[in-house]
């Protein structure tokens, strides 16, 4: 039983680069949701998807951040211009309607 | 706005004992409520989720719920050091269950 693939799992980068994780659901799962785990204010929601389709992503902490769900199963955040403030680990989750959420294993990313 | 609430702990037990964990809500319209395991520097797993008031139990783990008192618990028996984590509280964000809450999680600790 395949679980969430993310990758890369940890992210070296500069400040000012531009940063894309990605993540691949569970088969079948048309919910997907990105996360911050800051470890200090636990799991900050940033945006999710249900399919294609972006149903709230108030959550991203400014424009710099975007994500994208192409063709309604992997899905990409984007940090453009990454900043040093930026450093956490980003977790995806998915889910089918009515289910919990199974997450990802994180990708770890360290802006420098 | 829905609120989950939990003792942020250390909660410490040791070995063999029962550990419990719990978790209050606000929004009485709460219909479903999932208990999740963080390693420390891991993303969460869902352990179990629970829907109807009294008890639910999988292997070691037995979920209590009371919608009258809008109070969730998570029991563990015969309690493992393996069980040390950091335990998540969750409940939908709305009745379409699409988005979830989490409490800020208690961390447990098991003393060999």
């Known amino acids: ?112 | 706005q829905k609120e989950v609430e939990q003792n942020s702990g250390p909660l410490s037990v040791p070995e063999g004992a029962i550990a419990s964990l719990n978790c209050t809500y606000s929004d009485r319209g709460s219909q479903s409520f999932f208990w999740y395991r963080q390693y420390s520097g891991k993303s969460p797993e869902l352990i179990m989720f629970i829907y109807s008031n009294g008890d639910k139990e999988d292997g070691r783990f037995t979920a209590q719920l009371n919608k009258a008192s809008q109070y969730v618990s998570l029991l563990i028996r015969d309690s493992q050091p393996s069980d040390s984590a950091t335990y998540l509280c969750a409940v939908p964000r709305d009745n379409y269950g699409q988005n979830f809450v989490f409490g800020p999680g208690t961390r447990l600790s098991v003393l060999p």
């Open chain 1, 1 to 112: 039983d395949a679980g969430i693939i993310q990758s890369p799992k940890h992210e070296v980068t500069e400040m000012g680069q531009t940063v894309t994780l990605r993540c691949e659901p569970i088969f079948g799962h048309n919910f997907l949701f990105w996360y911050r785990d800051t470890f200090v204010q636990g799991l900050e929601l940033l945006s999710y998807f249900r399919s294609r389709s972006i149903i709230d992503n108030a959550g991203m902490p400014t424009e710099r951040f975007s994500a994208e769900r192409p063709d309604g199963s992997f899905s990409t955040l984007k940090i453009q211009p990454a900043e040093q403030g930026d450093s956490a680990v980003y977790v995806c989750a998915s889910r089918l309607a009515r289910t919990g959420q199974y997450f990802g294993p994180g990708t770890r990313l360290t802006v420098t």
